[in-house]
């Protein structure tokens, strides 16, 4: 103990032999101390550390195998959005086919209709001016020979004299003699 | 009245007017008389309603035919309206004409003037008349105002129609 206390007391901590080389003690000290260290670590934690990379391991593959599943997935929604775009364009072609073609037909239906009730409303129309130019001369012509009916008889009675009356019926003994 | 009755009246006018020798001028006023009465109504209501005595009603029609009419007529037209047979004078006298015609082997031929034809235009009218029905007619004139001008013939079933007024209703339908 003596000669230890001594040996250190000997020796001025501060000064080593060599600038960058701990002393050989040191050396063969920490170098037995970290063969133990190691070692301990080695067989001690080196199990549960192995565990744990393979764990990591397997945890990154799965992952890796899951994003790989997901990808394909992925491309697989992928081609059927592409498939349902395609056919929505292709529906959607041909409701506005449809659409068009519905439109041409009730446009050229209305066309037609709309000629038809135009000419039978011309015809109609036409009808009832001719109608009432009918009636209107009906009445007109009903009206004069109501007026002439009236005044042809006063008309003639006021100008058969006498004369005329004889003149009448020598006109038929004449007509009658002549064997009419 | 029946039609047996009526051909009896005619006949005992007939025998009578001839039993007279005054027939051809009897049948002629009896016929004027018929028509007269069947032109007015007032006449016909007079001479035919039996409501009135038939010395009555004798003496009305005596009194109308007085002065217009032989005295052959005027008793003749008395004894059919005494009988109360006043209604059918017309039937009556009609059938005497055409008996009369018959005898003389005559058509009646009804004339319908406005106004009254001369001699000489009943002459040539007769004549005419006879010409065109191919028989001789005797010539019946009824004055009927109502033709306005011109004749109607009537001989059997021939009209020969060419008055005044059938030319003015043939106007009227046409307008």
Not at chain 1, 41 to 55: E, M, T, Y
Not at chain 1, 144 to 154: D, G, Y
Not at chain 2, 94 to 99: E, M, Q, T
Not at chain 2, 115 to 131: M, P
Request: proline fraction near 2%; hydrophobic fraction near 45%.
């Amino acid at each position: 103990m003596n000669r230890f206390v001594a040996l250190l007391a000997s020796e001025d901590p501060t000064i080593t032999h060599h600038w960058l080389l701990p002393e050989t003690a040191e050396i063969v000290y920490g170098g037995l101390a970290s063969v133990i260290v190691i070692g301990a670590l080695v067989k001690f934690a080196g199990p549960s550390i192995k565990k744990s990379f393979n764990a990591r391991t397997e945890k990154i593959q799965k992952e890796l195998d899951d994003a790989a599943g997901a990808k394909v997935t992925a491309e697989s929604d992928a081609k059927n959005i592409r498939a349902a775009l395609g056919d929505i364009a292709g529906e959607r072609a041909r409701m506005l086919a449809d659409a068009d073609t519905q439109a041409t037909a009730v446009l050229t239906e209305g066309r037609v209709r709309i000629t038809a009730e135009v000419a039978e409303l011309e015809a109609k129309a036409e009808a009832d001016l001719n109608s009432a130019r009918g009636r209107s001369s009906d009445e007109l012509r009903a009206e004069i020979s109501l007026l002439a009916s009236i005044a042809t008889p006063a008309v003639v009675q006021a100008t058969l004299n006498d004369q005329t009356k004889n003149e009448l019926i020598e006109s038929f003994i004449s007509s009658v003699g002549a064997g009419r | 009245m029946s039609t047996v009755k009526i051909e009896a009246y005619a006949t005992a006018l007939f025998e009578i007017a001839q039993a007279d020798g005054t027939l051809a001028l009897v049948e002629d006023e009896l016929f004027r008389v018929a028509r007269a009465f069947e032109s007015n109504e007032q006449l016909r209501n007079t001479l035919s309603d039996s409501t009135i005595p038939a010395d009555r009603r004798q003496q009305v029609a005596e009194q109308l035919l007085g002065a217009k009419a032989s005295n052959t007529t005027t008793q003749l037209v008395s004894l059919v309206v005494g009988s109360g047979q006043a209604r059918d004078l017309p039937a009556i006298v009609d059938s005497l004409v055409k008996r009369a015609s018959s005898e003389k082997q005559q058509e009646v031929a009804e004339v319908r003037s406005a106004v009254a034809l001369s001699d000489d235009q009943k002459t040539r009218l007769t004549a005419a008349l006879t010409k065109v029905t191919g028989k001789p007619v005797n010539l019946k004139v009824v004055i009927d105002p109502s033709v306005l001008g011109g004749l109607v013939a009537v001989v059997g079933d021939e009209v020969i129609d060419d008055t005044v007024r059938t030319r003015l209703d043939q106007l009227k339908t046409r307008i």
